[in-house]
């Protein structure tokens, strides 16, 4: 199994709205990454979590708040969001120190903020 | 469903030889790809792309070259440097469409 799935594939929320995006991953890796894509550029790298700990965050406003639950899967908290935060969200992972940081990327959630 | 395929995690050559990364789709609607190159715990950065139309593209010692007939792309480093060691991404969309990455592949350039 070589997936990263993310849910929900399409969220549309309100900038009062509270909700979380999902990331899940099953080949073992020790570090899950979130970045954002607006359209047509090149991923911008938000939170990086090595072995469940968080271990990079680029400046990320607190209305996003990262979850690593377990080595499985990794949540993004969403609150009070700016319609200027309406991207591509996405997922990845990596097996650390393995000689490699190839990621596998997740499809992705399409967040829209009203 | 992988989409988007570098069968090579990784890759080592020696400085001034050629680098040759390569990459497979599956998606025949895909008709823009591109190459994004990353450094440890940054995002990746915009390298070179290529649409359907054409089969070749060049910058600098960088050249894309594209196989649609057997969903295929490739990237050739010519001549690699040491700076050139990152792992390289290799991306897919249509117009409209979510970019779909692949694995990746970690590219190491001996002096």
């Known amino acids: 199994d070589t997936e990263v799935t993310q849910t929900p594939k399409h969220l549309v929320m309100g900038m009062t709205n509270k909700k979380s995006l999902k990331c899940e991953q099953h080949m073992g890796h020790r570090a899950m990454y979130w970045y954002k894509q607006k359209a047509k550029k090149p991923p911008e790298l938000m939170f990086v979590?090595?072995?469940?700990?968080?271990?990079i965050n680029e400046s990320v406003p607190s209305r996003f708040s990262p979850e690593c639950p377990n080595s499985s899967l990794l949540n993004l908290h969403l609150h009070a969001l700016q319609p200027e935060d309406s991207a591509l969200y996405l997922c990845?992972?990596?097996?650390?120190?393995?000689?490699?940081?190839?990621?596998?990327f997740g499809p992705g959630t399409r967040l829209t903020v009203l | 469903d992988q989409q988007v395929k570098q069968n090579s995690p990784s890759l080592s050559v020696q400085e001034g030889r050629i680098s040759i990364l390569n990459c497979d789709y599956t998606?025949?609607?895909?008709?823009?790809f591109l190459w994004y190159k990353k450094y440890p715990a940054e995002g990746p950065t915009f390298l070179i792309s290529?649409?359907?139309?054409?089969d070749k593209n060049e910058d600098g010692r960088f050249t894309v070259f594209l196989n649609k007939s057997a969903k295929h792309l490739s990237l050739h480093i010519v001549p690699s440097q040491p700076g050139d060691s990152a792992v390289y991404f290799c991306a897919a969309t249509s117009w409209g469409d979510d970019m779909r990455f692949g694995a990746g592949t970690r590219l190491t350039v001996k002096p």
């Open positions: 990845a992972s990596s097996q650390p120190f393995a000689g490699t940081d190839t990621q596998y």
């Open positions: 979590y090595s072995y469940e700990k968080l271990s």
């Open positions: 998606n025949s609607m895909f008709d823009y």
């Open positions: 290529i649409s359907s139309i054409k």
